[in-house]
Nanobody, 126 residues
Framework: QVQLVESGGGLVQAGDSLRLSCAAS????????MGWFRQAPGKEREFVAA????????GYADSVKGRFTISRDNTKDTVSLQMNSLKPGDTAVYYCAADLTYYSGRSALVDAYDYWGQGTQVTVSS
């Protein structure tokens, strides 16, 4: 079992930056692939970014590639999402998630993840 708590969301203007963090507790953090997903009102939850257990491999949704950066610190049991050049279309609740398997193409799928945080709201005004 692992518990995930996101923080760092807020209300910003288009073009601004935000950094989301997710703190993990419970089992060995370095054993998990970590992902960020988001869900806008009336839409399905969608993949944003994922990072392998050691942090070497990363993947991004096309919509955020070049603007968002995922990173992790296995000494502090945290995963972060640096979001730059934010757009109104980035408005959503952002969730971090943990997957006990290994990094692969499935790391972009909601169903691949075993544990989820409660989410943090990001609102980008135009």
């Amino acid at each position: 079992q692992v518990q995930l708590v996101e923080s760092g969301g807020g209300l910003v203007q288009a073009g601004d930056s935000l950094r989301l963090s997710c703190a993990a507790s419970g089992r060995t953090f370095s054993a998990y692939v970590m992902g960020w997903f988001r869900q806008a009102p009336g839409k399905e939850r969608e993949f944003v970014a994922a990072i392998s257990r050691g942090g070497v491999q990363t993947g991004y949704a096309d919509s955020v590639k070049g603007r968002f950066t995922i990173s992790r610190d296995n000494t502090k049991d945290t995963v972060s999402l640096q979001m730059n050049s934010l757009k109104p279309g980035d408005t959503a609740v952002y969730y971090c998630a943990a997957d006990l398997t290994y990094y692969s193409g499935r790391s972009a799928l909601v169903d691949a993840y075993d544990y989820w945080g409660q989410g943090t709201q990001v609102t980008v005004s135009s």
